[in-house]
């Protein structure tokens, strides 16, 4: 496996960093995306970008996994998260009547 070193501004760096943190991705694994993608389309591939309200809400899953995991909840399969939510619906229910 090669190394790849690349000199970068600081503020550049860091700026990158959050972002990629916030989408549960290290600085590493983002540039051998841009890499692959980049064979893949054979050339530089500017067009994959993330809009705001993406951001948003891929911010927000990766907030929701990180609760999920500390309740202790997150290896649920679909099967149990139907499950919970037929039993607060009929709770629900039952505490209208």
Do not use: H
């Not at 943190?21 to 692959?36: I, N, P, Q, W, Y």
């Amino acid at each position: 496996m090669a190394v790849l070193q690349v000199r970068i501004d600081d503020e550049l760096k860091r700026q990158a960093t959050e972002i990629y943190d916030e989408l549960g991705l290290d600085l590493s694994t983002a540039v051998r995306m841009f890499l692959k993608r980049s064979v893949l389309v054979k050339g530089i591939p500017f067009g994959t970008t993330v809009d705001e309200s993406t951001l948003k809400a891929i911010i927000a899953i990766n907030r929701m996994r990180d609760i999920s995991e500390a309740n202790g909840n997150s290896k649920m399969t679909l099967e149990e998260i139907n499950d919970e939510i037929k039993k607060s619906r009929d709770e629900n229910k039952k505490r209208k009547k």
